[in-house]
């Protein structure tokens, strides 16, 4: 059971939008930013989202986050095959003194 | 930037591993370091991170008194000892670099491939 939650999939053909929900708690997304991450099969996973809605460089403007009280959500806009992943949401937990993970979300385009 | 972890492999129940992690391509006693697991199959776990000096060290509580996080900033490496493994510690054991100094934030944007361990009898 992880600390944060995500539905275990989520799916969208090409070009259409979709969203991935991280719901939380007051110990960790209610007092601490949420990251996002894309895991490809057989590679490592790769930073997507930091502080809640920074883009590190390279990722593309389609991939957008947000915050609000203890919940986050992962906005991809023109969906694209190669989005085809598993995205993770985390953040610090204050109370746990560590990250904590969201249990992944498995996106189908 | 770079992380390569090694130390990886086949250990019995009760048994012991140390994992490495060499980090090129930055400054590596900048920054916050972090392990990672994944079990076959699940999703992530964080199980401990330590800042740039060694100074501040978490753990997840299931590894607890059984794991060690250190790292040696002249090498540029950071290590896991792993003792009393038990099988539910079965997983790929990513080696990952913190966009901070200091603990509290777990922005990860370097990680390394993976190295695997195997608990079994």
């Known amino acids: 059971q992880s600390v944060l939650t995500q539905p275990p999939s989520a799916s969208g053909t090409p070009g259409q939008g979709v969203t991935i929900s991280c719901s939380g708690s007051s110990s960790n997304i209610g007092l601490n930013t949420v990251d996002w991450y894309q895991h490809l099969p057989g590679t490592a996973p790769k930073l997507l989202i930091n502080?809640?809605?920074y883009r590190p460089s390279g990722v593309p403007d389609r991939f957008s986050g947000s915050k609000s009280g203890t919940s986050a959500s992962l906005a991809i806009s023109g969906l694209l095959s190669e989005d085809e992943a598993d995205y993770y949401c985390a953040a610090w937990d204050d109370s746990l003194n560590g990250v904590v993970f969201g249990g992944g979300t498995k996106l189908t385009v | 930037m770079q992380l390569v972890e090694s130390g990886g492999g086949l250990v019995q129940p009760g048994g012991s591993l140390r994992l490495s992690c060499v980090a090129s391509g930055f400054t590596f006693d900048d920054y916050v370091m972090h392990w990672v697991r994944q079990v076959p199959g699940k999703g992530l776990e964080w199980v401990s991170g330590?800042?740039?000096?060694?100074?501040?060290?978490g753990y997840v509580d299931s590894v607890k008194g059984r794991f060690t996080i250190s790292r040696d900033n002249a090498k540029k490496s950071l290590y896991l000892q792993m003792n009393s493994l038990t099988i539910e510690d079965t997983a790929l054991y990513y080696c990952?670099?913190?966009?901070?100094?200091?603990?509290?934030?777990?922005?990860?944007?370097?990680w390394g491939q993976g190295t695997a361990v195997i608990v079994s009898s």
């Open positions: 502080s809640n809605n």
């Open positions: 330590l800042s740039w000096n060694g100074d501040n060290i």
């Open positions: 990952t670099k913190d966009i901070s100094p200091i603990m509290g934030n777990g922005h990860m944007d370097v």
